[in-house]
């Protein structure tokens, strides 16, 4: 890998850029200019965390794929190899050895338990018989004998002027005269239970009948598996450490140097200066629970470069992917502070010139 630009060749850069013909300009000579380096350094980590947990569960019916996971003794000291890829979430889930146990339910019998609302009856008792709302079992249940069945004469009669619009009246049940009963319960004051269809049971309109239900907490299954389970996650925590540095798009295109560290114990590259070592170390030290990393570092040399004849202006110089040296110049702050202050005092000129024409 190439070596960072000396200083003098990046003055030389500078120079060969602000040279006319005819005009050399000397910027090695002491006192000609200052240069500062000013290089940008991005480090960026991802870290996989790991976490250990350890819960007791129970869930309803048979896990016969329990048996299938890998079991431990203790959490702590089970080994999990660390993830290949730092930046990909992983869980692993254990279960303590001997801890697997089926448990019967206690609140049931096959996962089935006794109706609540009928008690395990299947319904509840009903009258068979209601009474008839059209004569309300009242007299006019039959003209002749009250639904009694004895009629209050021995002898018949003629029966009854029927009032115009009113029902017909039907054959009484009971005491057998034609067109003195009410229609609806013929004589007999009252009618079959429609609820019950006069078997005196009502169905329970919760188990339909059925007496016993599904028990939901166990999932009709009259059991739970029990276990301790132990989890071990992997989970990726991403940092980025990116100073501020002049906004120049140019820099992209410059000869960046890269490394890609995948260990604590890896050596920082060597391409990095102090200030920028002195930097990474808080930042890339191991954190707790931390069982893998990878580490993207990003280097590029940058001089700022200020000219005693020139003040106006400031250079930055930084070696392209060719491997030339590339110059950017910008107006200098103190350039930039004085722009603005003139383009105040013309506007406050111009306000005043107009407030005095205006007179
Ligand atoms: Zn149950
Ligand atoms: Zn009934
Ligand atoms: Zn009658
Ligand atoms: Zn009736
Ligand atoms: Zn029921």
Known sequence: MATAPSDEEMLQAVERRVSRPGVTTR?????????????????????????????????????????????????????????????????????????????????????????EACEGRGGRPCPRHIECDACHGGPDACWECDGTGHPRTKRSRAPRPRPEGAEARAACKRCRRADVACPKCLGERQVTCPVCKGTGTAGCGTCKGAKRLRHEECGGTGRFTAWTEGVVTHTPAAEELRPAYPPFSKLRKGQWRTAVL????????????????????????????????????????????????DPDRVYYAFPEASGEIEVIGRPSRQRVTALAWAAFAVITLAALVTLTLLR
Not at 65 to 73: H, M, Q, V
Not at 263 to 271: N, R
Request: with cysteine; aromatic share 6%.
């Open 27 to 115: 910027l090695t000579v002491p006192g000609a200019a200052a240069l500062t380096w000013q290089s940008v350094f991005e480090c960026r980590i991802v870290r996989s965390v790991e976490r250990r947990t350890e819960r007791r569960r129970r869930v309803k019916g048979r896990q016969s794929g329990l048996a299938n996971r890998p079991t431990y003794t203790h959490l702590g000291t089970y080994p999990v190899a660390p993830p290949a890829d730092p930046g990909a979430q992983r869980r692993l889930e254990l279960v303590q050895e001997g801890s697997l146990a089926e448990e019967p339910c206690e609140d049931c019998v096959d996962g089935k338990r006794d109706c």
């Open 262 to 309: 995948t260990s604590a114990d890896d050596d920082l590259p060597d391409f990095l200066e102090d200030a920028h070592l002195k930097q990474a170390a808080p930042f890339l030290a191991v954190k707790e629970g931390e069982v893998g990393r990878r580490v993207t570092l990003r280097y590029l040399p940058l001089a700022r470069v200020e000219l005693r004849t």
